[in-house]
């Protein structure tokens, strides 16, 4: 008990110094990654900063958090505008040709021709930063700014892919799963295009750091269809009812 109370006792001065002497509060979070099927144990580990009020304020909210599980709701919003950074998907070494789509010499070139003809003059006696040369493509680390959300999704919900044009009742997995990821389990986050990096890579999420007041930034999205058909087949169907409504009891099963 002893030991107990000076603890606490030694994270309340911790906490008492900070708010006396810091001007930056930042938590640190880490990922649940036992909740996904990935074959990883190991979490990843980010340092947030908290913002907004005085440090006290800070302080106080952040130890409200202290080993909580905080929501993809609590944090974004639909129609909200976010930044999306991850590491594209790595192709290894490759020529100038597919690294920078520079054009392919004529077909009679002497010793290849998906290369550079020349890559710089005699002098200056070295070569030139613009002049496309062979090497690693991919697996960079890019930020895509301004992403719209068009829709939140909570664990469990089966309808959470309705909408006022089709009333289907349907959660965000289509048919068979997604390829090469499977089953969505939890929350879900929807927003418009491509992301960087392959599937099952993580990606971090952040508020966007502008001003917006362009039309198309701040307009309400209203989806009126959300695809669920197979991604793997031709996608007749959107939910297995539906399939089984049409087909009607295949031959395996009257067969039982």
Request: proline share 2%.
């Amino acid at each position: 008990y002893a030991k107990a109370a000076s603890a606490e006792n030694t994270i309340e001065e911790g906490l008492n110094r900070i708010k006396e002497y810091c001007q930056v509060v930042r938590v640190i979070m880490h990922t649940q990654v036992r909740k996904l099927n990935l074959r990883i144990k190991k979490a990843h580990v980010l340092e947030v900063q908290v913002n907004g009020g005085n440090v006290a304020d800070k302080v106080d909210y952040a130890r409200g958090l202290l080993e909580k599980e905080i929501d993809v709701k609590s944090v974004f919003g639909k129609d909200e505008l976010i930044d999306v950074c991850g590491v594209t998907k790595g192709h290894g070494n490759e020529g100038v040709v597919t690294r920078w789509g520079v054009t392919r010499l004529p077909r009679k070139t002497h010793r290849g021709l998906r290369k550079i003809a020349c890559i710089g003059a005699w002098h200056p006696a070295r070569v030139g930063r613009t002049v496309a040369r062979s090497g690693q493509n991919g697996y960079h680390h890019r930020t895509e700014l301004n992403k719209k959300i068009y829709r939140i999704g909570v664990k469990g919900d089966e309808t959470s892919c309705t909408t006022e044009a089709d009333l289907t009742e349907k959660s965000i997995t289509p048919m068979g799963g997604f390829p090469h990821y499977g089953v969505i389990n939890e929350d879900w986050i929807m927003v418009k295009g491509c992301v960087a990096g392959s599937r099952k890579r993580v990606l971090t999420l952040r508020k966007s750091l502008m001003k917006h007041s362009r039309r198309d930034h701040l307009e309400e999205v209203q989806l009126k269809f959300i695809d669920t058909s197979s991604k793997y087949g031709h996608g007749r169907f959107q939910t297995f009812k539906e399939k089984a409504a049409f087909l009607g009891p295949l031959a395996r099963q009257q067969s039982a």
